[in-house]
């Protein structure tokens, strides 16, 4: 989707105010507000009102999400950190917590799902909710929204803003619309009038390269696009493509909201702030990802059988290697024996940008049977590692400290296991 601050006219339009009608207007799409950014405020009250960012605070970091005090000053989401300290010195800047994240997502996602089982989340700060079945109990779909609205406020001190309309990307445009804290309906008689005047690239599917490439042909807003000639965008863009614009352009999104949809995959990777050539500096990097990928999939209630790394070299070049294991997992200790078998036949002997980690072919962790090792103790690894999940919950994961598993004792055999 393109970048909100270039969607024109406000929610405060009274054609799509949040007493507009929506009687055929049963999808929300419910978007935390600067989530990552709120979420430490909320952890930190002193910040409140300051700028805080968050996100990979090196000299190569990324912006991950910034409060509104900081997008003032121009700071955006996937911004250089570096840009960003510089366009906003006095502004917190703070490493991302993902337990915290998580422990917040989840408690907003059982909101949402107090009003409805039809729940699709897109991101722990994001999701879909048809309110089709929730009317008799809770009204109209804009009723809805104000109640998970006040609800969000009243039981997690964060604000959302949300979209209500007849489609998934309807609402999920009207949420954009609306934002900070706000509210948005789109009647579905209106559709067309509330999307044709928007620029081209607050389409899905729309990029920088093909809104350049849509702007060459004369193409400006989406009503541009609805009405351009079916053949032009086809050699422009490619079928398919063309296809799927084109069906947006005209308000045509029959996708439903699917609440089964599952992570394919679960991963973590980091990028040095130089380039590193020490396998040892490899070897602990690697660890502290098993270990946060570990976590995740723990805390989703997921295992899974492939695992995967990520190289990529100070050139820019990626490379990519994995393995299937016989049984699944989410033991940070398995994940990480495997990712650095992986590097070691890997060893690509030159210096490194970036490293990741990532669990593939995932299924739930409840129904999956586990893979017994022949003669390994009934407790092991898991246990400590459930254990150190548990200590991070109450106190927060510092207090554990990364790549934990470094140099500690293997429980199943009481013995140093610091090595692979």
């Given amino acids: 989707m393109g970048r909100s601050q270039s969607l024109p006219r406000g929610a405060g339009d009274p054609r799509f105010g949040p007493d507009a009608d929506d009687s055929a207007s049963p999808i929300l799409h419910v978007d935390m507000d600067a989530f990552f950014a709120s979420v430490e405020v909320r952890h930190r009250p002193e910040l409140a009102g300051r700028p805080v960012v968050v996100g990979g605070v090196g000299p190569r970091g990324v912006v991950s999400s910034a409060s509104y005090e900081a997008r ?31 422990a917040a997502s989840d408690a907003v996602m059982r909101i949402f799902r107090d009003v409805t089982p039809l729940v699709e989340p897109l991101s722990l700060d994001e999701a879909f909710l048809d309110v089709t079945g929730a009317r008799r109990l809770f009204g109209p779909p804009a009723a809805i929204a104000r109640r998970i609205r006040a609800r969000v406020a009243a039981e997690q001190a964060l604000t959302c803003s949300v979209g209500v309309g007849p489609s998934k990307f309807v609402a999920k445009l009207g949420s954009t619309r609306a934002k900070p804290d706000g509210l948005l309906v789109v009647p579905a ?81 980091v ?57 699944a997992t989410d033991v940070a200790r398995e994940i990480f024996d495997t990712s650095w078998g992986l590097w070691t036949v890997l060893d690509p002997g030159e210096p490194v940008r970036l490293v990741g980690v990532r669990v593939e072919g995932l299924a739930g962790a409840v129904d999956t049977p586990r893979q017994l090792t022949l003669g390994a103790p009934e407790r092991g690894w898991r246990e400590a590692e459930t254990a150190a999940d ?4 109450r106190f927060g994961r510092s207090v554990i400290g990364p790549a934990s598993l470094l140099g500690k004792r293997d429980p199943r055999r009481g013995e140093n296991s610091s090595r692979p």
């Fill in 72 to 102: 003032r000053f121009g700071v955006r989401s996937a911004m250089p950190t570096a840009r960003a300290r510089a366009l906003c010195p006095g502004a917190v800047y703070l490493p991302p917590d993902f337990a915290r994240y998580r």
């Fill in 189 to 269: 008689d209106r559709v067309l009038e509330f999307l044709h005047p928007l620029p081209v690239d607050a389409l899905w599917g729309v990029g920088e390269r093909s809104a350049e490439t849509l702007r060459r042909l004369g193409l400006r807003t989406i009503g541009d696009l609805a009405e351009a000639p079916a053949g032009m965008l086809r050699k422009a863009l490619g079928v398919a493509s063309a296809t799927h614009l084109h069906e947006l352009a005209r308000g045509r999104d029959a996708r439903p909201v699917s609440p089964d949809q599952v992570e394919k995959s679960i991963g973590a990777e």
């Fill in 271 to 327: 990028t040095f702030d130089v380039d590193v050539v020490d396998p040892q500096e490899i070897r602990r990097a690697l660890l502290a990802l098993s270990e946060k990928v570990g976590s995740r999939l723990r805390a989703a209630g997921q295992v899974g059988r492939t695992i995967s790394i990520k190289v990529r070299m100070s050139d820019f070049r990626t490379v990519s290697r994995s393995r299937t294991l016989d049984g």
């Fill in 390 to 393: 548990a200590a991070a919950a």
